[in-house]
């Protein structure tokens, strides 16, 4: 689906290339005259950019980089490679993602010249109901992120990594299941090295994690959580994994595996049941497309909000900034913010599971409607989130909203330039913080609207179309992406952190391929982040803007509001000029690139 492209004659252009468990938990979830020039974050050396000559991979965890070299190196297509990373990111960091999550993968096909898009997000069960958090209480458990929404069996929705890895090897893979789960599989058997990242995190959780018995024995004695640099063995995931190596998802969907999934679920206070497992299905979506900025940029369809919001912001930047002012500075920084103001209201009110509610996309995105929002802008002015509110009519009133990062994302380029861009998560860090067969349970279901207008974990309120309902997925911002010149791909890239997932990737993406950056300072340069409600910018202390820039934008009516850092990006540059990949580790997490 094309979303108010601007130009379907692409032309071809060079590219340069605190403590507290509160506080640690803000800092997860991002809260927590002057073109002046602003410092670099760091030098190009030592920001995770490699060069390769035949394939790449960049993940967050450099073990699962590793993986999908290994399987990329015996064979195995893009396609392999990601299914490798995946599982073995299941393993190396049990805080984001795994078999007992879900997500979505945009493919490029080389040789079919094609663009697919899998959708394996998890599903609420058939019991679940639309007022099933509405007279919850506020918490179950000690700690942070306690809500039934977000810990416990009535957060997780049913799992849909194993059905979507399956699907991705039966469509695009070449190798055998076996090979492409041997590096997962090793790393869980024979254990691996617990990374400083995921241990700071298992410290501001820990006592949750102690409930369940499996997450309770990784722990060593008298340990506030997991240690940077202990060797971590998960038998019961091996088992899982072997499983999965020998039967695909039907080992997991089905059988005794589904049968420990259902009743872990039960024990924790969960509605699954075997048929909610045996009935979950992969969905393929059309991925949306615009061409903004000189290049076509393909992304995530719904029941994700973050491909028509990246496009509609690359839209408004098309009207609002000159090819002359393209360039890094707060008058650009500016204008990205008052972009995602009115897509993230949007978002709030109109964006639902499209096999259960309809999501107006040509609506949205009609040409009439960016001219009202395109002239509420002003150069000089920060405009309340309301300016950019385009009200489609007729309105429904039951989904106007009232007043008032447990994810990864890994790249993959195959000798044969397939690309593989996938986001996968377990959405807070744990999940739900039980396991079934060794797997880690997402709490996805707080993706949903726990109440028409109440706000998740990340702050994003939520309409009617979100509520939850049976075999619905929930609304997410992952936006796996894949963006063309005129001679095909040039980039993935995507990122985790919940709302800042959208304004992460598309910052990235312009400072490789509007603002000319080099691949390794585009992925480290300072962030910033504005998502409508509330009306706060955010800024980076990982790699904070300069005094001048921070005076601009003040001066212009932002009100900045720092945070340690917005998301995690990862990135593979196809450099075609020099016959070479670029790929790029997020600092912020610590992660590595790897390849040939």
């Known amino acids: 689906m094309n979303i108010h ?57 450099a073990q699962a980089s590793e993986a999908a070299r290994e399987v990329l190196s015996a064979g195995g297509s893009a396609a392999d490679g990601a299914a490798a990373a995946m599982l073995a990111l299941g393993v190396t960091s049990p805080g984001s993602s795994g078999l007992g999550g879900g997500g979505f993968l945009l493919y490029w096909d080389a040789e079919a010249k094609k663009a697919t898009f899998l959708d394996f997000r998890e599903r609420a069960p058939g019991a679940a109901s639309p007022s099933m958090f509405v007279e919850a209480p506020d918490h179950v458990a000690e700690g942070p992120l306690a809500r039934p929404s977000q810990i416990g069996g009535l957060a997780s929705g049913v799992p849909g990594e194993p059905a979507g890895i399956d699907e991705m090897l039966r469509r695009f893979g070449r190798i055998d299941r076996n090979l492409v789960v041997a590096p997962a599989l090793r790393l869980a058997a024979e254990g691996m090295e617990v990374t400083p990242y995921v ?33 971590l063995r998960q038998p019961e995931l091996a088992r899982t994994l072997q499983a999965f190596a020998d039967g695909g998802a039907a080992a997991v969907y089905t059988g005794a595996i589904a049968e420990a999934i259902a009743a872990s679920n039960r024990r924790a206070g969960g509605l699954f049941t075997l048929e909610d497992l045996a009935s979950y299905r992969t969905a393929e979506r059309e991925p949306l497309t615009g061409d903004y900025l000189g290049f ?27 090819v002359a002012a393209r360039r890094a500075g707060p008058r650009f920084l500016h204008a990205l913010a008052e972009s995602w103001k009115g897509p993230y ?52 009133p039951s989904v106007a909203v009232p007043d008032g990062g447990g994810t990864s994302h890994l790249c993959v380029v195959d000798a044969d330039g397939n690309v593989a861009s996938v986001t996968t998560t377990i959405n807070l860090p744990f999940g739900a913080r039980y396991t079934a067969a060794g797997m880690v349970m997402n709490d996805e279901m707080d993706d949903f609207a ?57 910052q990235v993406a312009l400072n490789l391929l509007v603002l000319g950056m080099e691949p390794g300072e585009a992925i480290a340069a300072g962030r910033v982040h504005h998502q409508g409600d509330p009306n706060r910018l955010r800024v980076e202390e990982f790699a904070p803007l300069s005094d001048a820039w921070s005076a601009d934008l003040e001066a212009r009516g932002h009100a900045l509001q720092e945070v340690h850092h917005n998301a995690v990006v990862q990135l593979i540059y196809i450099d075609r000029e020099r016959g070479r990949l670029i790929a790029a580790s997020d600092p912020r997490k610590g992660g590595a690139p790897a390849g040939d």
Not at 459 to 487: C, E
């Open 296 to 322: 076509r940029f393909v992304t995530a369809p719904p029941p994700s909000a973050g491909g028509f919001t990246m496009l509609q912001s690359l839209a408004l930047l098309e009207l609002w900034v000159p």
């Open 345 to 396: 209201l949007d978002r709030a009110r109109y964006f639902g599971d499209p096999d259960h509610v309809r999501v107006p996309l040509a609506a949205m995105g009609a040409s009439d409607r960016l001219d009202q929002r395109a002239q509420a802008y002003h150069p000089s002015l920060s405009m309340p989130a309301s300016r950019f509110d385009v009200p489609l009519h007729p309105e429904d």
């Open 450 to 506: 726990r109440a028409v207008g109440a706000a998740n974990a990340f702050g994003l309120r939520g309409g009617a179309p979100n509520l939850p309902a049976p075999g619905k997925r929930p609304v997410s911002s992952m936006s796996p992406t894949i963006v063309f010149d005129a001679r095909g791909p040039v980039l993935c890239v995507g990122a985790a952190g919940g709302s800042r997932i959208i304004t992460a990737t598309e």
């Open 5 to 61: 492209g601007s130009s379907l004659n692409l032309r071809s252009r060079s590219v340069k290339t605190p403590t507290r468990v509160l506080a640690a938990v803000l800092i997860w979830l991002g809260h927590g005259s002057a073109e002046a020039q602003q410092p670099e974050a760091q030098q190009s050396e030592g920001l995770g950019a490699r060069m390769y000559e035949r394939y790449a991979v960049a993940t967050d965890s």
């Open 199 to 231: 241990a700071r995190m298992s410290q501001h959780f820990a006592d949750q994690m102690r409930q369940d018995p499996v997450m309770a024995r990784w722990f060593e004695a008298d340990s506030g959580g997991l240690r940077a640099g202990q060797t």
